[in-house]
């Protein structure tokens, strides 16, 4: 019989061996989600001996981690902003810099009804977040994939999120009426960077993800479009590759934006262009 320390010690170096990253903190989720408890329980019961009726599923979710499939995936469902949503191959999977984003519009965005955008919305995280903490305003969801809108459906329904829009085109093709602050987090990877990418960024949908060869094809229509769906005074907002920041910026100038400031992200990279319609 093992116990749950020796279960995750010898499964957190089965996968470090295949090259998963932070190989206990995964192993530790696959217990817990094995053992539908938390990970921070597994802490009280280290001794516990472990049924063999938990062991052959979590080995099954151990082979299916060591074939890079991404955590999240496997667990079928990523925290955000404190709230937890579904998460599988239909949209990108949320990274944490996502979360600065949101804090960020949310210091920014005046406290009143405002009507709000998120372009490229995929699995939901951001408009669905910003219309939860904002349930006095309208969240416009927008996405070209129908595969992304059905999760973030199924998001807004788990979260009973009831303040948003869902609409279905590329970019503004199927929206009217205008906007007090624009979100986007649309995709920003130049191609060529796909050979070099952990095997798990394999499972996000390429279609959220790259852009052109520098990533900035489906930002260069976007930002002159977001233009004429803001109000005056209204608030545009995105995130972007390491290196595209100056490049960014001066297609916002060059779109008639003002006051543009770039935000850095946790570990100092220009990450998040702000600005607004004058
Ligand atoms: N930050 C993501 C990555 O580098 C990309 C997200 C996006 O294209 N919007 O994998």
Redesign the pocket.
């Known amino acids: 019989m093992k116990t749950v320390l020796e279960t995750i010690n010898g499964g957190a170096q089965y996968l470090e061996k295949r090259g998963v990253e932070d190989a206990r903190r995964n192993m530790e989720h696959l217990l817990a989600f094995q053992l539908g408890c938390g990970r921070m329980q597994l802490y009280t019961q280290f001794d516990k001996p472990l049924e063999e009726a938990d062991l052959a599923p979590l080995r099954e979710l151990l082979k299916k981690r060591s074939e890079r499939v991404p955590l999240q995936h496997i667990l079928g469902s990523v925290t955000f902003y404190g709230r937890d949503f579904i998460c599988d191959g239909r949209g990108?999977i949320p990274?944490p810099?996502t979360e600065e984003l949101v804090e960020m519009i949310l210091a920014k965005a005046p406290q009143k009804p405002l009507e709000i955008l998120d372009m490229g919305c995929g699995s939901g995280i951001l408009g669905l977040t910003l219309a939860a903490e904002r349930p006095e305003s309208t969240v416009t969801m927008v996405d070209v994939s129908e595969d992304a809108l059905s999760l973030t459906r199924e998001n807004a329904v788990k979260l009973q999120i009831e303040n948003v829009r869902i609409i279905q085109g590329n970019l503004f093709e199927n929206i009217a009426g205008s906007f007090d602050v624009i979100a986007a987090?649309?995709?920003?990877?130049p191609t060529g960077e796909q050979q070099e990418?952990e095997p798990e960024?394999g499972f996000?949908p390429a279609l959220?993800?790259f852009?052109g060869e520098d990533g900035l094809d489906l930002l260069r229509q976007f930002i002159p479009a977001s233009f004429g769906f803001l109000n005056p005074g209204g608030l545009l907002a995105m995130?972007i590759?390491h290196d595209q920041a100056s490049h960014v910026a001066r297609l916002l100038e060059s779109s008639g934006f003002a006051e543009i400031d770039t935000l850095k992200d946790l570990s100092g990279i220009a990450r998040f262009p702000f600005a607004k319609h004058p």
């Open positions: 990108l990274r810099e987090n649309l995709p920003y990877v990418m960024l996000d959220a993800l852009s995130e590759g």
